[in-house]
């Protein structure tokens, strides 16, 4: 697998630029990396230019010495997977409906024994192998965030971008689909960048962090090394102390300034 880079990417909503002449260092692969920054830094709009969602006006996103601008927009989707912070599906389709069409949906629609294995299996590691046979209609936001995390995980992809895949969840199911999309990055090899606002969850899984902010990569490394970053501070309005945790994981004290 290779590693995922951006240089010199600029972005506006009209007159209103997002990102001037950005970069970041190459994201390699088989390691969870977290985008953090405040709302409205633009981790979403960074997300959609990675997956080719909203064109490029300047600046190159390469995969290795790959441009992924250079590919067609099926072969992008084949290596980029982007799982936006809503979930939409019909709501005349089950659960299972919904993660086999993630699966084939570059594969073409005939499903066979292994296909329906690969889904059941899916469903079963996401925890939620009991609402296989629900409408998705019938979903607490909260489950529909973990199907959209298991259709995103189905698929086989060298990267994956997750957009606030822990926001309408409870404690319990933030740590396991955290944990599920770590256990995938590493396992596959993959490129992984989930976006967090939870400081703490970052700091607790990633293993190296993105700070966005006034449309700049303000920071990136390890979550030592961004987290104790004067950036942080200054860029959440908030003073920031950090300790250790029993696990040896960072955790983030923030307090109003």
């Given at each position: 697998?290779?590693?995922l880079?951006?240089?010199?990417i ?10 001037d ?17 405040p ?7 960074l ?5 080719g969602?909203?064109?490029?006006q300047s ?8 441009d ?15 799982m ?6 019909n709501?005349a389709l089950?659960?299972?409906?919904v ?5 084939k ?11 329906m294995?690969?889904?059941g ?12 046979e629900?409408y998705?209609s ?6 529909s965030?973990?199907?959209?995390v298991?259709?995103?995980?189905i ?6 971008l997750?957009d606030?895949p822990?926001?309408?969840l409870d404690?319990r199911?933030?740590?396991d ?10 396992r596959r090899?993959?490129v ?9 969850l970052?700091a607790r ?16 490394g ?5 987290l ?9 309005g908030?003073a ?11 955790i ?6």
């Amino acid at each position: 697998m290779s590693a995922l880079s951006a240089e010199n990417i600029s972005f506006s909503y009209g007159s209103r630029q997002i990102f001037d002449a950005i970069a970041f260092e190459p994201i390699v692969p088989g390691q969870l990396t977290a985008l953090i920054g405040p709302n409205a830094a633009g981790k979403s709009t960074l997300f959609r230019l990675i997956a080719g969602l909203l064109p490029l006006q300047s600046g190159k996103v390469h995969l290795g010495n790959i441009d992924l601008d250079s590919l067609s927009t099926r072969a992008r989707l084949k290596r980029v997977c982007f799982m936006p912070q809503f979930f939409t599906a019909n709501a005349a389709l089950t659960v299972f409906d919904v993660v086999m069409m993630a699966h084939k949906q570059l594969k073409g629609w005939r499903v066979s024994d292994a296909d329906m294995i690969a889904v059941g299996t899916a469903l079963h590691e996401a925890g939620i192998g009991h609402l296989a046979e629900a409408y998705v209609s019938e979903l607490s936001g909260g489950q529909s965030q973990l199907v959209s995390v298991t259709q995103a995980l189905i698929r086989n992809s060298d990267v994956y971008l997750f957009d606030e895949p822990t926001s309408a969840l409870d404690l319990r199911h933030q740590l396991d689909v955290l944990g599920q999309i770590k256990s995938a990055v590493v396992r596959r090899g993959a490129v992984g960048v989930v976006a967090l606002h939870d400081l703490n969850l970052a700091a607790r899984f990633a293993d190296n962090l993105i700070l966005l902010g006034e449309g700049r990569i303000l920071a990136q490394g390890s979550p030592g090394q961004v987290l104790r970053a004067n950036a942080i501070a200054k860029t959440y309005g908030v003073a920031i102390e950090t300790s250790q945790g029993p696990r040896e994981e960072l955790i983030v004290h923030a307090y109003a300034s």
